[in-house]
């Protein structure tokens, strides 16, 4: 059974299509906008008798309402080869299957783009409604073997993101400079963008004391064996603590908290997340 988590926005969709969330649009009996006169909104079935006796113009006035609406909701996944390392590709394909469910259960548009050093052709999937979720997607992801030396293909996905505002879920490791990561914000700058940060503990927490350890970057194939003692551990923790600094920074300047996925993900820390917002 495939789990699902709920999500809110704080902001309204310009889309047309009925759906869940506050939209642009007036329309429906849901969100309360205002009053009208009846004479510009025939809609004698919506008079306010109260606020029509208040009326100072002694005019029948009606209450007016805004469309609830359906967005698209899209994840963007960083597919280089430092997504290879242990089970994070196992992990992004349960994130994207229960995001894909999720956005089901709440009528969205679901869609889902992979990137190397170009947008992979075969992890493209068009923003639109996938009745019961993307199980063949999911499947592809969990024995993909990402080999590209970059993920450059991320600074191109505006030109295939929604015209509309949609929910973006950014999914990488994000080990690249900060100017990279703030240029690529600034390219989906008129969508809500989460990020969604990959880090394995195996990366960092979970290093032996001592012993010979050869450290590889799986982009470049350079390795390097180092001997791993208590002092360079806490080194290496430091640095990756301070790079959770300074991402948190950087993605508050953008407007959304960071989303850490370690080696699994719930759906339950989904819903806690967009409650916390």
Known sequence: MIEEFHYQIPWRTSSAHPGRHPGKHSGGEHDFQGHAPLISRPEAHNIDVHASLLDPFQQYVVRTFRQRSVINVTVIADLSASMGFQ?????????????????YRSGDHFGFMGCGEDIIPEFYMPPRWYKGGTA???????????????????????????????????????????????????????HDVIPVVMWHPDEYEQLPEWGLFTLSDPETGREKTLL??????????????????????????????????????????????FYEQ
């Open 136 to 190: 063949e997607l999911a499947e592809s992801l969990r024995h993909y073997h990402p080999a590209s030396t970059n993920a450059k293909g991320l600074l191109t996905v505006q030109e295939y993101c929604p015209r509309h505002r949609a929910l973006i879920f950014l999914v990488s490791d994000f080990h690249y400079p900060l100017q990279d990561i703030a240029t690529l914000f600034d390219s989906l700058l008129k």
């Open 228 to 273: 791993m003692r208590p002092g360079l551990k806490k080194k290496i923790i430091q640095a990756f603590n301070a790079q959770r600094e300074q991402l948190k920074h950087l993605f508050i300047r953008y407007g959304r908290q960071p989303f850490y996925l370690n080696d699994a993900f719930e759906a339950d820390q989904m819903t806690r997340y």
């Open 87 to 103: 089970n994070k590709m196992a992990t992004l394909a349960k994130f994207t299957e229960q995001t894909a469910y999720s956005a």
